[in-house]
């Protein structure tokens, strides 16, 4: 939570001071990707020399498949998760004051994903089959504040380094069909310090 008011007051000193932002040239257009912390692909606009618009899609997609079986014995168990999540972000970049190639900004920015979670449990005890499916649904809205440095590593490639706090909602569905537990609905609060991302961004012109 400090780091984001950290971060917003920040902004706040930018947009008092304009004679700070002066780090990239107004109108120019780009496709921008990110990693580690979050993972995204989207649009860099630069609306003038001090503010872009980062417009984005953020997806996931994961599977792992564990077998195990007791030795000599009849037990058998086979377990199978799946998990993917895509969402939608935008982000308003601030640009402090220019060294060379070295741009650095303070970022805030909001989005939402959705997702679905399938875990698929097959046991085998002597000659009877037991199979357990329990899904999970998930809506997460959040906000988020950081600093970043944007490195002109060539006139038309640039390089991005990222950290971000941020606050999510997420709202869990969770069904499990033959269990004692049935479905049911949790909310969860969070304040997490999302992390360090590193990217790349390709101009057009």
């Excluded at 009877?128 to 490639?157: F, K």
Aim: aromatic share 8%; glycine share 12%.
């Amino acid at each position: 939570m400090r780091a984001i008011i950290c971060t917003l007051s920040l902004l706040a000193a930018c947009h008092l001071d304009p004679s700070l932002l002066r780090a990239q040239d107004a109108g120019r257009i780009g496709i921008i990707a990110t990693a580690l912390g979050s993972t995204s692909v989207g649009v860099i606009w630069h609306v003038s020399t001090d503010v872009a618009l980062r417009p984005a899609i953020t997806m996931n997609d994961n599977s792992v498949t564990v077998s195990s079986q007791s030795p000599g014995g009849p037990f058998f168990q086979n377990e199978g998760s799946s998990q993917w999540n895509v969402g939608g972000e935008i982000t308003l970049n601030c640009y402090l004051v220019r060294s060379g190639a070295i741009a650095p900004y303070v970022m805030a920015g909001g989005g939402y994903s959705a997702g679905k979670t399938t875990q698929d449990t097959h046991q085998r005890i002597g000659g009877s089959d037991t199979v357990l499916t329990i899904s999970q649904a998930s809506n997460m809205a959040s906000l988020s504040a950081g600093i970043g440095v944007q490195y002109a590593l060539a006139g038309q490639l640039h390089l991005v380094a990222e950290i971000t706090a941020a606050y999510s909602r997420t709202t869990t569905t969770v069904n499990s069909p033959g269990s004692f537990v049935g479905t049911y609905q949790t909310v969860n609060d969070q304040y997490r310090l999302v992390g360090t991302s590193i990217g790349a961004i390709f101009y057009f012109k």
